[in-house]
């Protein structure tokens, strides 16, 4: 059975950081794409970075120098290290297996970046 759980959100004041993380089992991490996605309130979802390994990875242009995304496979997990957090970072963030479609997804952990 496929498991995407993540965790680490929270609130964190702008210029902050935070780490998610997406425990990941049911299937062979390290040969699948994996991606972070996010529900912005009142918005769609919103793609934030894709990896495949560590010379293949992407960002969404807002996110770029200020979020990475790396992968612990003997952890089979997927993190997400977000730094200078604005607050236009808040959102629903997902982690899915996939690069443009997506095979499954986790329950989500909330990000509120304020003051």
């Known amino acids: 059975q496929v498991q995407l759980v993540e965790s680490g959100g929270g609130l964190a004041q702008p210029g902050g950081s935070l780490r998610l993380s997406c425990a990941i089992s049911?299937?062979?991490?390290?040969?699948?794409?994996m991606t972070w996605v996010r529900q912005v309130p009142g918005k769609g979802l919103e793609w934030v970075s894709t990896f495949y390994s560590v010379d293949n990875l992407a960002y969404r242009d807002s996110v770029k120098g200020r979020f990475i995304i790396s992968r612990d496979t003997a952890k089979n997990t997927l993190f997400l290290q977000m730094n200078s957090l604005r607050p236009d970072d808040t959102a629903l963030y997902y982690c899915?297996?996939?690069?443009?479609?997506?095979?499954?997804w986790g329950q989500g952990t909330q990000v509120i970046v304020s003051s």
């Open positions: 899915a297996r996939g690069r443009t479609s997506f095979e499954n």
């Open positions: 049911g299937f062979i991490f390290s040969t699948d794409w």
